[in-house]
């Protein structure tokens, strides 16, 4: 089950203008933390053209995305979470999800290695 919690803050965040393509996927990686072979922390800024349809992804990692641009679907347990700027998602690690954009989708996704002391449900945070 995915837990709500709807906190109304503004904030303004301004990006450089980006054209991307319908259908184009442009991931530019900001920071990774890894130990020895294995990835601890990885951030990444997303920009997804319109009518994308990412395949499912189960990730080995707990994931965080938060909306900055543009509109989207996101299917976590069969259960339908609607992308817009200030939403902000947690994933635990091992829980499958897709995501299908409406708009050009630009979102901040963290990795990072799965937190024992974390609840293992997906949790939505609207700001």
């Given at each position: 089950?995915?837990?709500?919690?709807?906190?109304?803050?503004?904030?303004?965040?301004?990006?450089?203008?980006i054209q991307i393509q319908p259908r184009q996927v442009l991931n530019v990686e900001i920071v990774q933390h890894s130990y020895g072979e294995q990835a601890i922390y990885q951030q990444n800024i997303m920009s997804l053209g319109t009518d994308v349809q990412m395949p499912?992804?189960?990730?080995?990692?707990?994931?965080?995305?938060?909306?900055l641009e543009g509109n989207g679907n996101l299917i976590v347990n069969d259960e339908?979470?609607?992308?817009?700027?200030?939403?902000?998602?947690?994933?635990?690690?091992?829980?499958?999800?897709?995501l299908q954009t409406q708009s050009q989708l630009i979102f901040l996704l963290s990795r990072c290695s799965p937190g024992l002391a974390i609840d293992e449900s997906s949790w939505v945070i609207n700001l």
């Open positions: 089950m995915v837990q709500f919690a709807d906190m109304r803050r503004s904030f303004h965040l301004q990006l450089l203008p499912e992804i189960c990730d080995a990692q707990d994931v965080t995305i938060a909306v339908l979470v609607a992308l817009e700027p200030g939403i902000f998602v947690f994933i635990p690690a091992n829980t499958c999800h897709t």
